[in-house]
């Protein structure tokens, strides 16, 4: 498996490394996406540039009412941060559940969000945490909130020359009452069907609620209609049940040799309402 | 010193584990070029033209060579002939070292780029430019048969390689089971499966002018027969020219036995360009072109009377081939599958009918376990399935039906319906130890039990026979073989009584480098530090078949135990000349000879001296201490066992776990128990990987879909409890050491049982489906569940 020829070139800062992009260059993180690519040929950038190199895409910062997480942080790291288990428990959920060691070591959530894989983790997961994504360009910086990030089919909002810089997750009471559950692909272990779940409770009532999947349409998405269902109520194993069966309203259902559209039409049900049955 | 029977640890893991292990592509040569193979992205296409002059010029390139450079040579051949059911021959089409005219599966070689270094020749590969004449693909065997499919090959009507039969005349099967009280019937697949070797093949063609002579390095499982078919049947050049050398392979399952192209590639085109050429395998390549196992389409009824007992067996199957024969292709679905349908049973009348076919598709061949496997998932699912039609014990349904035990010695042998004689057994035994090992009376109440909690847990048998030592040369000559099947060894004692052991056997994972030299090392009474084998050269070894087949051990140790009982027959005169006695009065223990009743003994080591100084020397004897033999085994050996899967089915998604996993084998003796428990997990892994994970999945129009691990699921340690294994042990009665084989057993036991687990939970809880297709995907569970 033998890529096409390329030029590498390490950057040691964001700037440095969006200076460095050509325009048929990619940007290498963890490379556990960009170099399968490359090595069946489906992929032929002229250039990489090696942003794994850049200390500050490696930072978790913990704000007062957020956490940044730098685009270069790995998935273990994320795994293992208590701060992030603590006030949003679904992020080291899906962080443990990625691929496996090795995966986890290497890749990136920057390279992930980036990258938008439809049946990769995060994506739904910084859907119902409220996320917002960084990205730093030549002319400085902006922000783009996670439910404008994801565009379609491995589409992103970022823009050539862009980098994401870091993810910011809010402190929310929601996101400390949260959950990612998975439905694995057996081979790669990427979702067949994934579902993160944050609900913030009053009295016993919704207050908020944001549920997510990954895994079943062209790209992560918002299940509004479960959302809807729920907002304001006492959760029961009636309501949820019912709820859950809207988790596929208005997308288009993937159909693939691990789950036909019908069996993960189902799932995605399935999943939903185990989320929510831990919330 | 005794050392049969101890798992002492294996001594070749300190080189493997350290990374010191000598693999083809680690080899390097001075003057090395690098091989990169341009293969067919269609199943089947017409070639109208190639046009290589871009890539001829391209930088670092120094040869490109298409089909039409390669002249006078057909290809590589068969090994095994199987003729139709009139008595023709096989359609036996050639498998040519690059394609012609046409591309007949996707990954069919189209160019040979040779340049300095692998990416040049990659690169190049790219400007190629092929002019495909797309045409549509014969892939599903069993609509390959039917009139108007297109045709892999011109000479083969309907896709034809052969038809094939065996047994009881099909009258008096159908007779019987017109008389059957109940007859259980089953159309079911037995999947496609990639073996997955973790070393990718690799081939390195060497040719030297100044003295005319070829070294291929190969990733093979036998270096000998493989230079054997590629001096006498495919390039035409002498075998003394040739050395044919495999040091570590790493894994094979089978996919390592045959003879492929590519080694013939290299040896060629390093003749034309006077350079050596290096090739491996890339992945992808893996997955297109390792030859696949498995893949039969099958139709089976079994017959019982009213008390449960056997009455008879009809098969029909449709083995497909893929679109060339490989190496033993043939053998596969007839001489080591349609042989093994009597199972442990005494099933009076067996029938089976038998259609090999070419398809569209990458090669199919012998794959661990190799039609064994298929045999037993046919019987195996028969009988738990007839157990539940008829509302029986599963177990109690097969020890009805159980052969009863016999020893092979003052007992006879068992003889079949389907031409095989098993040597020894005792079916009850393993079967007993297995149930109670898994406590079956308990679990049919937790059984019943979690159901009613609306738990779904079922449990699978699966009672097996396997053919392995693989084989009687005049007994395989008789049904196709090409080849003897036969080992040799030479045991060299070193004047210092050190001694080399030469094996034609090649360890790639089963651990010869530890199990033979314990044998050797416990008969001759020496430690195992003086031993060391050697094995996967054939300038160094005389003559070899290779390992497969569950054969090392009881055809190949054979071998070695006839060559250690030379030399001690004449390091016996040797001693009895030094301590003045006649040979009966001596015996040998402790690595020495002493004279019966004194303390006169004369050590190995002094023996052996005298043998290579022989100063003062019985008179007429050679002098050296160096033996020679060849083994050729009198039967088949017949290992068994008795596996039982415990599942349970998570009733929303239709995932299965596999709570627990047991196993009781007996493959006789063992030299080394750590080392069979070892290939009895390795093999129990595999089979389970059959039922639940794995599968090559082709699409209409000839696209391996799932050539990839992203998209082929390997089992993983995570997927697995902790296998339950035992054995019990009925010596094989007709080999020196009395050894059975344990290459094969874990994976030919283990995926009915798992099957049958699936199927019988779903039947607990009311959902009678008869079949669900291999890999039990959570989607195809799930929707047994819900229709
Ligand atoms: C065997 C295997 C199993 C896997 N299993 C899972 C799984 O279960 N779940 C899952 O979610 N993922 C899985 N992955 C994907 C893995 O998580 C990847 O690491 C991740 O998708 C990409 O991150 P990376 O750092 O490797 O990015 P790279 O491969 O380096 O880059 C991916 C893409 O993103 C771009 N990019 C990278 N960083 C940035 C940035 N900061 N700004 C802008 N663009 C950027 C690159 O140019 C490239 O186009 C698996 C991967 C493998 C190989």
Redesign the pocket.
């Known amino acids: 498996m033998i890529p096409a020829s390329f030029e590498y070139k390490k950057a040691t800062s964001v700037q440095e490394a969006i200076s460095m992009l050509g325009s048929e260059d990619?940007?290498?993180?963890?490379?556990?996406?960009?170099?399968?690519a490359m090595k069946l040929r489906l992929?032929m950038p002229t250039g990489l540039v090696d942003?794994?190199k850049i200390e500050s895409?490696k930072e978790i910062r913990d704000n007062e009412k957020s956490i940044s997480i730098g685009?270069?942080v790995?998935?273990a790291t994320i795994a293992n941060n208590p701060e992030i288990s603590k006030h949003m428990p679904m992020i080291s959920e899906?962080a443990s559940?990625?691929?496996?060691i090795?995966?986890?070591n290497?890749?990136?959530?920057?390279?992930?969000i980036?990258?938008a894989?439809p049946?990769?983790?995060?994506p739904g997961v910084l859907l119902a945490s409220d996320a917002t994504v960084v990205?730093a360009n030549a002319e400085g910086s902006r922000e783009v909130d996670i439910d404008q990030f994801f565009t379609g089919f491995f589409e992103t909002a970022?823009q050539d020359n862009?980098?994401?810089?870091h993810v910011r997750i809010p402190k929310t009471a929601a996101n400390a009452n949260s959950c990612y559950v998975k439905f694995?692909?057996p081979a790669?272990?990427?979702?067949i069907v994934g579902c993160a779940a944050a609900v913030e409770k009053v009295n016993g009532s919704v207050k908020s609620i944001r549920v997510a999947f990954?895994g079943v349409g062209d790209n992560a998405y918002r299940a509004t209609g479960i959302e809807n269902a729920l907002k304001d109520q006492k959760l029961s194993a009636e309501n949820i049940g019912s709820a859950a069966s809207h988790a596929t309203d208005g997308i288009d259902v993937m159909d693939d040799h691990f789950a036909s559209e019908n069996y993960r039409s189902h799932l995605a049900s399935v999943f939903a309402k185990r989320a929510l049955s831990r919330l | 010193m005794s050392y049969i029977g101890k798992s002492v640890k294996r001594i070749e893991d300190k080189r493997l584990v350290t990374g010191k292990g000598k693999y083809t592509d680690d080899i390097k040569i001075p003057g090395l070029t690098h091989a990169y193979i341009l293969r067919s992205p269609y199943a089947s296409a017409n070639i109208l033209g190639i046009d290589t002059s871009a890539a001829k010029s391209a930088e670092g390139v120094i040869s490109v060579f298409v089909g039409t450079d390669i002249e006078g040579i057909r290809g590589v051949p068969t090994g095994w002939q199987v003729n139709f059911k009139n008595g023709d021959t096989m359609k036996e089409p050639a498998h040519p070292l690059l394609v012609t005219d046409a591309v007949r599966h996707v990954g069919d070689a189209v160019a040979l780029v040779i340049a300095e270094t692998k990416e040049q020749a990659r690169d190049a590969a790219d400007l190629i430019d092929v002019d495909y004449e797309v045409l549509e693909a014969a892939v599903d065997p069993a609509e390959a048969i039917k009139d108007g499919a297109p045709l892999v090959h011109e000479d083969a009507p309907n896709n034809i390689c052969f038809d094939w039969e065996l047994g009881n005349p099909v009258s008096e099967v159908d007779a019987a089971l017109a008389k059957a009280h109940h007859i259980t019937s089953l159309d079911f697949i037995n999947q496609r499966l990639v073996p997955n070797a973790i070393e990718p093949r690799s081939a390195i063609g060497h040719y030297e002018e100044h003295n005319d002579h070829y070294t291929l390095y190969t990733s093979t499982q036998n270096p000998h027969l493989t230079r054997l078919l590629l001096c006498a049947f495919v390039l035409g050049i002498p075998e003394h020219k040739v050395r044919v050398v495999s040091f570590d392979v790493g894994g094979g399952f089978g996919s390592k036995i045959f003879h492929y192209t590519e080694e013939a590639l290299v040896i060629w085109a390093s003749r034309k360009i006077n350079r050596p050429i290096k090739w491996t395998a890339e992945r992808s390549e893996s997955f297109l072109t390792d030859a696949h196992g498995r893949d039969h389409v099958t139709s089976a009824k079994m017959g019982f009377d009213k008390a449960g007992k056997m009455v008879a067996l009809k098969v029909d199957t449709i083995a497909n081939l893929g679109a060339y024969l490989s190496t033993f292709a043939p053998a596969v679905p007839t001489w080591l599958h349609g042989t093994l349908l009597q199972g442990l049973y005494t099933t009076p009348k067996i029938h089976i009918d038998l259609k090999a076919v070419f398809t569209h598709t990458n090669a199919v061949d012998a794959y661990r376990g190799a039609g064994r496997p298929e045999a037993t998932y046919l019987l195996e699912r028969l009988v738990d399935l007839a157990a539940l039609e008829m509302n029986m014990d599963p177990a109690e349904l097969r020890r009805i039906n159980f052969i009863p035990a016999f020893n092979g010695v003052t007992e006879p042998g068992y003889q079949t319906q389907v031409a095989l004689q098993y040597d020894s057994g005792n079916y009850h035994g393993v079967l007993d130890r297995a149930l109670e090992k898994v406590g079956y009376k308990d679990f049919r109440k937790a059984q019943q039990e979690s159901l009613a909690k609306g738990k779904l847990l079922g449990i699978g048998f699966s009672t097996y026979i396997e053919a392995c030592g693989i084989a009687p040369s005049a007994v395989v000559g008789a049904l196709g073989a090409r080849a003897g099947l036969f080992e040799s060894a030479q045991v060299r004692v070193q004047p210092t009584g050190k001694v080399s052991v030469y094996t034609g056997s090649h360890s790639h994972g089963q651990g010869h480098e530890t199990t033979f030299v314990q044998v050797v090392a416990d008969k001759l009474g020496i430690p195992m530090e003086d031993v060391d084998l050697v094995h996967g050269d054939s300038d160094a070894v005389a003559f070899g078949m290779g390992t497969y087949g569950s054969r090392s051990l009881a055809v190949g140790g054979s071998a070695i135990v006839k060559s250690v009982e030379k030399i001690l027959e004449k390091g016996a005169k040797i001693a009895a000349h030094k301590l003045e006695a006649s040979v009966d009065d001596l015996d040998y223990a402790n690595g020495k000879w002493t004279v019966k009743g004194t303390d006169k003994s004369i050590a190995f080591g002094d023996v052996s001296l005298t043998a290579y100084v022989p100063h003062d020397y019985p008179q007429g004897l050679e002098p050296g201490l160096d033996f020679a033999s060849f083994y050729d085994p009198t039967n088949f050996t017949y290992p068994f066992g008795a596996h039982i899967a415990i599942v349970e089915i998570d009733k929303e998604t239709g995932k299965v776990t596999l709570q627990r996993f047991v196993a009781v084998d007996d493959v006789g003796n063992v030299i080394n128990p750590m080392i069979v428990e070892g290939q009895i997990h390795g093999g129990v892994a595999q089979g389970i990987g059959q039922a639940m994970l794995e599968g090559a999945v082709y699409d209409e129009s000839g696209q391996l879909i799932n050539g990839s691990?992203?998209d082929y699921a390997m089992p993983r340690a995570d997927d697995f409890p902790s296998f339950e294994v035992e054995r019990t042990v009925t010596p094989c009665p007709h080999n020196p050491l009395g050894v059975k084989g344990a290459g094969e057993a874990g994976t030919i036991g283990s995926t009915p049982a798992v099957v049958n687990a699936v199927i019988d939970a779903l039947w607990k809880a009311g959902f009678k489906v008869k079949d669900i297709k291999m890999p039990l995907t959570p989607e195809r569970v799930w929707t047994a569940m819900n229709n």
Do not use: C
């Open positions: 990619k940007i290498l993180a963890g490379g556990h996406s960009l170099i399968p992929n942003i794994s895409l685009a270069g790995s998935h899906a559940m990625i691929g496996d090795q995966v986890r290497v890749g990136t959530i920057g390279g992930s980036a990258h894989d049946s990769a983790d995060w990205i970022l862009e980098i994401i810089t694995v692909q790669s272990r990427f979702a990954n | 691990y992203m």
